[in-house]
């Protein structure tokens, strides 16, 4: 039988979603149920880019399960060079029970999951970050108490891992989702990405709108979502210029004021004051960013549950 692997949340249907989370609301609430249910059990975790949360999260997230989690950084390695992504793949899955893979290229994870033969997971790509928004759904409905009707707007660089799969993420929930980034394709998610969101949206109920005006993506918004503007480590020379272009969509004050009443913020972290969102929102009443970082604890032990299939009583 062919491992289960989450290497886009496209891939996932919305009843599988939810179980997870249900599955996570669980294990946070009665942790010491768990503790012994992946005994035995080791992660690995490739990292070809560096991560505190990601790192914390699976690691810890291991031990409270009562498994391990080796931790291999692809630095200096021989993993694409000397041996192929292909034969590290088939050798790993020989040796532990899954793999998470924290890298640069989408498609490297998609090789690694086609020969590996155990579970993969997709602790971060170029193009999708699905842990982070598992965590983001669990944090959102403990905050709201629902997640179907509400809505989330995004605002700043949305051609962006996080931003393609918070759209797949609300529209297999019935998030409506708002995405206010300058125009161009430098800026706006994927067209292939948006058009799997609309399709999803249009099974659940929700809506997928992409906007160049901040205001009109925030107006009413149960959520306020942004990110990181220097997520391609863009180049010295060019960061003025980038800022000037994504400063109309810093989330402030004024900009939440335009949101729902009672709407929290979020930010996936690491976040940096003074760019994509003001020190007086981050650290405001509104900001849930920390609620938000704990959760990726909660929602990866649930997802490993599942994955290895120790998820049932």
Same mark, same amino acid.
């Given at each position: 039988?062919?491992?289960?692997?989450?290497?886009?949340?496209?891939?996932?249907?919305?009843?599988?979603?939810?179980?997870?989370?249900?599955?996570?609301?669980?294990?946070?609430?009665?942790? !010491? !149920?768990?503790? /012994?249910?992946?005994?035995?059990?080791?992660?690995?975790?490739?990292?070809?880019?560096?991560?505190?949360?990601?790192?914390?999260?699976?690691?810890?997230?291991?031990?409270?399960? @009562? @498994?391990?989690?080796?931790?291999?950084? /692809?630095?200096?390695?021989?993993?694409? @060079?000397?041996? /192929?992504?292909?034969?590290?793949?088939?050798?790993?899955?020989?040796?532990?029970?899954?793999?998470?893979?924290?890298?640069?290229?989408?498609?490297?994870?998609?090789?690694?999951?086609?020969?590996?033969?155990?579970?993969?997971?997709?602790?971060?790509?170029?193009?999708?970050?699905?842990?982070?928004?598992?965590?983001?759904?669990?944090?959102?409905?403990?905050?709201?108490?629902?997640?179907?009707?509400?809505?989330?707007?995004?605002?700043?660089?949305?051609?962006?891992?996080? /931003?393609?799969?918070?759209?797949?993420?609300?529209?297999?929930?019935?998030?409506?989702?708002?995405?206010?980034?300058?125009?161009?394709?430098?800026?706006?998610?994927?067209?292939?990405?948006?058009?799997?969101?609309?399709?999803?949206?249009?099974?659940?109920?929700?809506?997928?709108?992409?906007?160049?005006?901040?205001?009109?993506?925030?107006?009413?918004?149960?959520?306020?979502?942004?990110?990181?503007?220097?997520?391609?480590?863009?180049?010295?020379?060019?960061?003025?210029?980038?800022?000037?272009?994504?400063?109309?969509?810093?989330?402030?004050?004024?900009?939440?004021?335009?949101?729902?009443?009672?709407?929290?913020?979020?930010?996936?972290?690491?976040?940096?004051?003074?760019?994509?969102?003001?020190?007086?929102?981050?650290?405001?009443?509104?900001?849930?960013?920390? !609620?938000?970082?704990?959760?990726?604890?909660?929602?990866?032990?649930?997802?490993?549950?599942?994955?290895?299939?120790?998820?049932?009583?």
């Amino acid at each position: 039988m062919k491992p289960r692997h989450l290497l886009t949340l496209a891939d996932w249907t919305s009843e599988e979603i939810l179980a997870v989370l249900d599955l996570a609301d669980r294990v946070k609430a009665r942790p !010491d !149920d768990f503790a /012994t249910r992946l005994a035995r059990k080791t992660l690995l975790m490739l990292f070809e880019k560096p991560s505190l949360r990601t790192r914390l999260s699976f690691e810890a997230g291991m031990t409270q399960l @009562g @498994g391990h989690a080796i931790y291999y950084s /692809t630095q200096g390695s021989n993993i694409g @060079g000397k041996e /192929t992504i292909e034969d590290t793949a088939k050798t790993a899955g020989r040796l532990v029970d899954a793999i998470m893979a924290r890298l640069y290229s989408h498609e490297t994870l998609e090789k690694i999951a086609a020969n590996a033969g155990v579970p993969v997971v997709n602790g971060l790509t170029d193009y999708s970050h699905p842990c982070q928004i598992l965590a983001d759904l669990l944090t959102i409905r403990e905050k709201k108490k629902r997640l179907a009707g509400l809505s989330l707007a995004y605002l700043g660089d949305s051609k962006n891992n996080v /931003t393609h799969s918070l759209l797949f993420g609300c529209a297999k929930t019935g998030m409506s989702i708002s995405v206010g980034c300058p125009a161009g394709p430098e800026y706006e998610p994927l067209p292939e990405v948006l058009s799997l969101a609309r399709a999803a949206a249009k099974k659940s109920g929700a809506r997928v709108v992409v906007t160049h005006d901040p205001g009109e993506a925030v107006s009413g918004a149960d959520v306020v979502y942004t990110d990181s503007w220097m997520s391609y480590h863009v180049p010295k020379d060019q960061e003025a210029a980038r800022v000037a272009i994504l400063k109309p969509y810093q989330v402030d004050s004024g900009k939440m004021k335009k949101a729902a009443p009672g709407a929290i913020f979020m930010n996936c972290l690491p976040a940096a004051r003074g760019y994509e969102q003001t020190a007086e929102v981050i650290d405001g009443p509104q900001s849930v960013v920390f !609620d938000e970082a704990e959760n990726r604890l909660h929602a990866q032990k649930a997802l490993l549950l599942v994955l290895l299939g120790r998820d049932r009583d």
